[in-house]
């Protein structure tokens, strides 16, 4: 099985590129499941339900969210139904929405996807290590293949996640910086791993961000409004290959590619 994770989806910009990159992807690795980080969708903070209906649109199959996924308040209502959209599993007992779900693909194959949060310069959440340990035992009853979007800031928290998840689920794919990092790998017990697997949105921005609006704000402190960049997308993802009867990957790939 081939799965295709993509990296936060940014703005208009993070939209078009995906659509017009994902077809020639998706043939090109044979690609069976896509996830996508979708948070950052509509304008560089949250998602709505046209954007996500559009992201589906482009044989998206998952999305992914975090911190940023209540900043469209309309949104609340939509994901306290819409299964597809996950947001981090460990928040408080009552808050909308779902951290996990099955996915069945079309050879009938069930996926387990998984959506954490960190809690180091993050939001106080319930323990990420603890909640998504339970929820991966539970989830094994009924799969082997196991995907956890880890969304966190800290690398070091992210590694720790990665190494204690090892061997318990098929990958762990952390998202929320928008900066790829170069530590994919295979962990020893078979999990397939890499701390940020980038973003998808403006290559010229400083993370999906217009440059000037965020170099002001550090400048000045002030509460400058942050707009997301314009102009070239950059296209990050990493394709991951597991072995379905086992759970356990046997490679990952960085993608980064760029669109006009």
């Known amino acids: 099985m081939r799965v295709l994770f993509i990296g936060d989806i940014v703005g208009k910009v993070g939209r078009t590129t995906t659509k017009a990159l994902l077809p020639a992807i998706v043939d090109r690795y044979k690609i069976d499941l896509v996830i996508a980080n979708g948070e950052n969708a509509a304008g560089g903070f949250g998602i709505t339900d046209k954007i996500a209906s559009e992201i589906f649109s482009y044989g998206v199959h998952v999305i992914t969210t975090g911190n940023h996924v209540w900043d469209r308040k309309e949104f609340i209502s939509v994901i306290a139904k819409e299964n597809r959209v996950l947001r981090p599993l460990n928040y408080p007992q009552g808050v909308p929405g779902y951290g996990s779900i099955f996915y069945t693909l079309r050879s009938d194959e069930k996926v387990a996807i998984i959506n954490i949060s960190g809690r180091i310069f993050m939001s106080n959440m319930d323990c990420p290590f603890r909640a998504a340990k339970d929820e991966a035992e539970r989830m094994n009853s009924l799969t082997k293949t196991i995907i956890i979007d880890f969304h ?10 990665g190494h204690f998840m ?14 790829q990092t170069a530590d994919e790998r295979i962990l020893p017990g078979g999990t397939a791993y890499i701390t940020d697997v980038g ?10 961000i217009e440059k000037e609006l ?20 950059i296209f990050s993802a990493v394709v991951i290959e597991i072995d379905e009867k086992t759970g356990k990957s046997t490679a990952i790939q960085r993608l980064q590619l760029k669109h006009p």
């Open 152 to 161: 966190g800031e800290a690398t070091s928290e992210k590694l720790a996640f």
């Open 199 to 208: 973003m998808t949105g403006p290559f010229d921005s400083i993370i999906g």
């Open 166 to 179: 090892d061997g318990k689920v098929s990958a762990v794919i952390g998202t929320h910086t928008h900066v």
């Open 214 to 233: 965020v170099i002001q704000r550090l400048l000045t402190n002030l509460p400058i409004r942050f707009e997301a960049a314009k102009g070239e997308g």
